[in-house]
T-cell receptor, first 115, second 115 residues
Framework: GAGVSQSPRYKVAKRGQDVALRCDPI?????LFWYQQALGQGPEFLTY????????KSGLPSDRFFAERPEGSVSTLKIQRTQQEDSAVYLC?????????????FGSGTQLSVL | GNSVTQMEGPVTLSEEAFLTINCTYT??????LFWYVQYPGEGLQLLLK?????DKGSNKGFEATYRKETTSFHLEKGSVQVSDSAVYFC??????????????FGTGTRLTIIP
């Protein structure tokens, strides 16, 4: 596609519900990142995939957060038993390569509100 | 650890004014430094970057110089336009080898340009 696509654009969940956020990276991009951006803050790293391999998940805030990229393209970020503190914009980014610096392309994000 | 501190906003300027947004960082080793911009309703976009000390990144009339002695990467533009209104994020990549490592972002500075 033309850019990184994320869906849904907005998600409202009741506390305790499970949610799934989708990211379609640019076709052919090897690397994929998830970031969390709280209101008024900069994005914070959550996790990184190289193809289907999750190479770094050190930023996931708890075991309620789970990400996958089973076929090395589309990725899903799942949050179980959502809490109010999970309310944030979740950003996905992709880059073409995996060796050396590559430009990151960000999606517009999914805004999650937990009531 | 790694951190980025940037000038708090919001910043409001008149068109054609001179812009400076301050950014300082803390990092081990030799990080790469970035400025990202987020226009209303859009995803983060890379504005410019610098990968070693004394490098100057530039794009769209914006400039920033990597100053290792002051651990700074201040963003400047000589004459701003209404279309520059956006949120600007300073960020670092802790690896000078430009690996696909997680970015550390500042909190962002909202810039509004008045005609």
């Amino acid at each position: 596609g033309a850019g990184v696509s994320q869906s849904p654009r907005y998600k409202v969940a009741k506390r305790g519900q499970d949610v799934a956020l989708r990211c379609d990276p640019i076709s052919g991009h090897v690397s994929l990142f998830w970031y969390q951006q709280a209101l008024g803050q900069g994005p914070e790293f959550l996790t990184y995939f190289q193809n289907e391999a999750q190479l770094d998940k050190s930023g996931l805030p708890s075991d309620r957060f789970f990400a996958e990229r089973p076929e090395g393209s589309v990725s899903t970020l799942k949050i179980q038993r959502t809490q109010q503190e999970d309310s944030a914009v979740y950003l996905c980014a992709s880059s073409l390569g995996s060796q050396g610096y590559e430009k990151l392309f960000f999606g517009s994000g999914t805004q999650l509100s937990v009531l | 650890g790694n951190s980025v501190t940037q000038m708090e906003g919001p910043v409001t300027l008149s068109e054609e004014a001179f812009l400076t947004i301050n950014c300082t960082y803390t990092a081990t080793g030799y990080p790469s430094l970035f400025w990202y911009v987020q226009y209303p309703g859009e995803g983060l976009q890379l504005l410019l970057k610098a990968t070693k000390a004394d490098d100057k990144g530039s794009n769209k009339g914006f400039e920033a110089t990597y100053r290792k002695e002051t651990t700074s990467f201040h963003l400047e533009k000589g004459s701003v336009q209404v279309s520059d209104s956006a949120v600007y994020f300073c960020a670092l990549n802790p690896s000078s080898n430009f690996g696909n490592e997680k970015l550390t972002f500042g909190t962002g500075t909202r810039l509004t340009i008045i005609p």
